[in-house]
């Protein structure tokens, strides 16, 4: 059986590259959230069937 790491304490690690990449995600799904709504709204009031 493998033996057990006691030695992480917790609240010491850097996580400011996790904090980054999560909010560079957010930001991406808000833009991208948008874009697509913009796109929607273009092919509602331009529709070219009757």
Same mark, same amino acid.
């Given at each position: 059986?493998?033996?057990?790491?006691?030695?992480?304490?917790?609240?010491?690690?850097?996580?400011?590259?996790?904090? @980054?990449?999560?909010?560079? &995600?957010?930001?991406?799904?808000?833009?991208? /959230? +948008? &874009?697509?709504?913009? /796109?929607? /709204? &273009?092919?509602?009031?331009? @529709?070219?069937? +009757?």
């Amino acid at each position: 059986m493998a033996e057990h790491d006691d030695h992480h304490t917790p609240g010491a690690m850097d996580i400011s590259q996790h904090q @980054r990449a999560w909010a560079g &995600f957010v930001s991406f799904v808000k833009y991208s /959230i +948008g &874009f697509i709504l913009l /796109i929607m /709204i &273009f092919l509602a009031v331009f @529709r070219t069937h +009757g």
